[in-house]
């Protein structure tokens, strides 16, 4: 198999065995770049040079003699809306087209740490705001297993990158299922951490009680690899856990015997499509053929998830938007009359339609007549969703679900009516309300396209989350299957 298609753990153990160089590893990755991107369209900025630096130091220590850590030498995407030092961080927005962050986030720094080769900066819809990467303020990014579909958002770049051979592991972030979804899109494995769970520090935020950073691996052994490097309190993010962190390679055990899988029926819905759903209950036998055990319940408030989403973190998009404004960095319209009319011409011009539409909508909810009778009201109900959640996890070890109610769509086929695009995250959202973790699959393929499996654990049971996936994936194939672009 191509160097670019391989895992970084296998990478890892090629390296220590010196049976291939740091070096040569990136550099397949960048000719596999220079080759595909301008098909996919995955990238932003590319730090090649950088990159291949971090390759050479990799490959002196391995020369001589010292030990690397597990993902060093690893050629590894950042999504655009986590700031790196020095290195162009848009949140694929023209309103701070030009930003150059001074510092790192807390995640690359961690990063860093692990000697990863930085590939790039990845594109996503605006300010993390939407589900299919069509929402860039610059391009759209293309589904690698078919170029007329979308890769899911708003983390589409990073799992377009991850599943096109262009990068080996990519870091997204999740606001309402913005890695779960693309990861579901192209056939990749994507987690969103339990809130708290991974610094946020560094991130331009959407929706600061919902964002989460994760990883996009191509199986779960990277993903557990990606999260003991990422996860951990961090004093700069004041809801930064201090839970005491595993080491998620002890989860990767092939066991689930007498496993407890609870089947949410309100996502087995109407809305789904019927393949999906084929897909799911084939999942389901995998699972029991296992040693699961699997019954149906109830999140009696589930359905009302899209409604408080919709609610909540357009609020809060609100406010953490109001510091674009023209007057200390990005973006500035020309030609204004006075302090307020540049204001609102260089918000205008500057913001796409979705994230102005969301900044309206947020806005709205926010102010002086309405602000019970739709935000507080919304906030109360998140609540009652969160408990549904903890009633579950007092039967089930996890709960299981589709990632997606169909596989990727067609560019322009949601983009007219704004609902039905919110409805593609209709199975990811109570996950963010809740706080806790999910993780996506791959479990199966419709038409060609791959269909995502969501597994949903109590807070801080992403190890529980590991080893149900590990146990499923070496049972399956799917995660073995690349795009022929």
């Known amino acids: 198999m191509s160097l670019y298609y391989l895992t970084a753990h296998e990478l890892h153990d090629l390296l220590i065995k010196k049976e291939i160089s740091a070096v040569e590893i990136n550099k ?24 291949m630096k971090t390759a050479l130091e990799v490959d002196d220590l391995i020369g001589a003699g010292r030990p690397i850590p597990p993902l060093a030498g690893i050629p590894i995407a950042i999504k655009d809306n986590i700031c790196a030092e020095g290195v162009r961080t ?56 078919n170029l007329g579909c979308v890769p899911g958002g708003s983390s589409g770049g990073s799992a377009a990158a991850v599943a096109a051979g262009e990068a080996v592991c990519a870091v997204g972030s999740d606001t309402g299922g913005s890695i779960r979804q693309p990861a579901a899109f192209c056939g990749v494995v994507g987690i969103k951490p339990t809130y708290g769970a ?83 209950e084939k999942a389901m036998s995998q699972f029991e053929l296992n040693g699961a055990k699997m ?26 938007l109001a510091r674009y404004d023209g007057v200390r960095y990005g973006f500035r319209s020309e030609g204004a009359q006075d302090v307020v009319d540049m204001f609102m011409k260089t918000r ?41 959640f903890n009633n579950a996890f007092e039967k089930f070890d996890i709960l299981l679900s589709p990632t997606t109610p169909s596989p990727a769509f067609r560019f322009g086929e949601k983009t007219g009516d704004p609902l039905t ?18 993780l996506s699959i791959p479990c199966g393929f419709v038409n060609g396209l791959p269909v ?8 801080f049971s992403e190890g529980k989350l590991l080893q149900a996936a590990y146990t499923f994936e070496q049972s399956t194939d799917h995660h073995k299957k690349h795009p022929e672009l």
């Open 452 to 459: 995502g499996l969501q597994l949903m654990g109590r807070p």
């Open 28 to 51: 397949a990755v960048f000719d596999r770049i220079g080759s595909v991107e301008d098909s996919v369209k995955a990238y932003l900025t590319l730090t090649r040079e950088q990159a």
């Open 348 to 388: 205008s011009q500057g913001f796409g339609a979705e994230v102005k539409r969301r900044i309206m909508l947020g806005t709205y909810v926010l102010s002086a007549g309405y602000y019970d009778a739709y935000y507080l009201k919304a906030l109360k109900v998140r609540t009652l969703i969160k408990e549904d």
């Open 198 to 280: 991974v610094s946020r520090y560094g991130l331009i935020a959407f929706a600061s009680s919902l964002d989460q950073i994760g990883p996009f691996t191509r199986d779960v052994t990277d993903c557990a690899l990606m999260l003991n490097a990422i996860c951990g309190h961090d004093p700069l993010d004041a809801t930064s856990s201090t839970y005491e962190v595993p080491d998620f390679r002890r989860c990767l055990v092939h066991d689930i015997k007498g496993l407890k899988i609870g089947v949410p029926r309100e996502y087995l819905s109407e809305g789904i499509d019927a393949e999906v759903r084929q897909v799911f």
């Open 90 to 145: 848009t949140a694929a927005s023209k309103i701070i087209y030009n930003f150059i962050p001074p510092y790192d986030a807390t995640v690359v720094k961690k990063l860093a740490d692990q000697q990863i080769a930085m590939t790039g900066k990845t594109n996503l819809d605006e300010f993390a705001m939407g589900s299919s990467t069509e929402n860039s303020g610059f391009f759209a990014t293309h589904n690698p297993w």
């Open 421 to 438: 695009m919110y409805l593609s995250d209709v199975f990811t959202i109570a996950v963010n309300l809740a706080g806790i973790p999910g």
């Open 295 to 320: 019954e149906e319940t109830s999140l009696p408030h589930l359905g009302y998830s899209l409604p408080v989403y919709y609610l909540i973190a357009p609020a809060e998009a609100s406010s953490n």
